[in-house]
Nanobody, 121 residues
Framework: QVQLVESGGGSVQAGGSLRLSCAAS?????MAWFRQAPGKDREKVAT???????NYAASVEGRFTISKDNAKMTLYLQMNSLKPEDTAMYYC??????????????????WGQGTQVTVSS
């Protein structure tokens, strides 16, 4: 059983930056960041499989960067040029499935508790 613990959320003005961290208790090849705003479906923000090329949602492409420190078993999400529409609860997710890029939220077996990101205009 792998545990995921997120940190780094907070409140920031539009145009600002935040970095989220997700500490994992074990290695899983497929790791992702999701977000969910009130009244909306959970959205996949960024995904990385093993040492492969990250994949991003169109809404965050060019502003967010997903990265991993395998030695620390920590996943990061650097968020720049934040917009009010980025406001959401952000979740780290992981799975052993190598079909990482096409996995639906319900197919991820491991989730963190979430960290709130609030962007004011």
């Amino acid at each position: 059983q792998v545990q995921l613990v997120e940190s780094g959320g907070g409140s920031v003005q539009a145009g600002g930056s935040l970095r989220l961290s997700c500490a994992a208790s074990g290695y899983l090849p497929c790791m992702a960041w999701f977000r969910q705003a009130p009244g909306k479906d959970r959205e996949k923000v960024a995904t990385v499989l093993g040492f492969g090329t990250p994949n991003y949602a169109a809404s965050v492409e060019g502003r967010f960067t997903i990265s991993k420190d395998n030695a620390k078993m920590t996943l990061y999400l650097q968020m720049n040029s934040l917009k009010p529409e980025d406001t959401a609860m952000y979740y780290c997710a992981a799975d052993s499935n190598w079909r990482c890029l096409t996995l639906l939220p319900v197919e991820f077996n491991y989730w963190g508790q979430g960290t709130q990101v609030t962007v004011s205009s």
